[in-house]
């Protein structure tokens, strides 16, 4: 099975601090995103990548970056943290299963509170 | 722009009363209609790909189809275990091929 592996579940950060969140897939996938869900709002995607070093801003890249350095790892960064960015963090990266279906795979999630 | 919206928004179903969610999308060349479970704290899980009109995927009690405009997943005798919030995504073949979600339906299945 695909695995993708946030590195942190739970973060408290203070305001103005940098984050980085960190996401590694371990299937060879060159797709991968970054989501936040909120309440009401549902998943947004942020940022996707669909190979090393590309990026593409999604619908609220505000406020982050991201980093693809190498093909299995994407990394999520808040520069300056804000209390609007308390959030729950999601990344994804899709690929074909052995049945050929296209299938987008999540972490488990990682929640940041701002303080 | 791609737009996924989902309904209804909550759902409260008796345990073995069947039902449906809908999914309704408006995309540029879709690559693929997706429906994910997501339990509360949880990454979503995935269930199904769709990929064209008249296409339907079961799995257990639960069964996705797709027509032109929308998604349909159907419950049958739903137990408490199903409770979850149900997603549903498309992906586009336009620009880089991003996966744009609806907001979901909660369901929750009473004993």
């Known amino acids: 099975d695909v695995k993708v592996t946030q590195s942190s579940r739970y973060l408290v950060k203070r305001t103005g601090e940098k984050v980085f969140l960190e996401c590694v897939q371990d299937?060879?996938?060159?797709?991968m995103f970054w989501y936040r869900q909120d309440p009401g709002l549902g998943l947004r995607l942020i940022y996707f990548?669909?190979?090393?070093?590309?990026?593409e801003k999604g619908d609220i890249p505000e406020g982050y970056s991201v980093s693809r350095e190498k093909k299995e790892r994407f990394s999520l960064i808040l520069e300056s943290a804000s209390t609007n960015q308390t959030s729950m963090y999601l990344c994804?990266?899709?690929?074909?299963?052995?049945?050929?279906?296209?299938?987008?795979?999540f972490g488990a999630g990682s929640r940041l509170t701002v303080l | 722009e791609d737009q996924v919206t989902q309904s209804p928004e909550a759902l409260r179903l008796q345990e073995g009363e069947s039902s449906s969610l809908n999914c309704s999308y408006t995309?540029?060349?879709?690559?693929?209609l997706f429906w994910y479970r997501q339990d509360p704290g949880k990454g979503p899980e995935f269930l199904f790909t769709?990929?064209?009109a008249g296409e339907e995927k079961e799995k257990e009690r639960l069964k996705a189809t797709l027509t032109k405009k929308e998604s349909f997943l159907h419950i049958t005798a739903p137990k408490p275990e199903d409770s979850a919030t149900y997603l549903c995504?498309?992906?586009?073949?336009?620009?880089?091929?991003?996966?744009?979600f609806g907001i979901g339906t909660k369901l929750q299945v009473i004993p």
């Open positions: 995309v540029s060349g879709l690559r693929g």
């Open positions: 995504a498309v992906r586009s073949s336009g620009g880089y091929q991003k996966v744009t």
């Open positions: 990548s669909y190979d090393v070093k590309m990026k």
């Open positions: 299937m060879d996938h060159e797709n």
């Open positions: 994804a990266s899709i690929g074909r299963d052995p049945s050929g279906a296209n299938v987008l795979t």
């Open positions: 769709l990929y064209s």
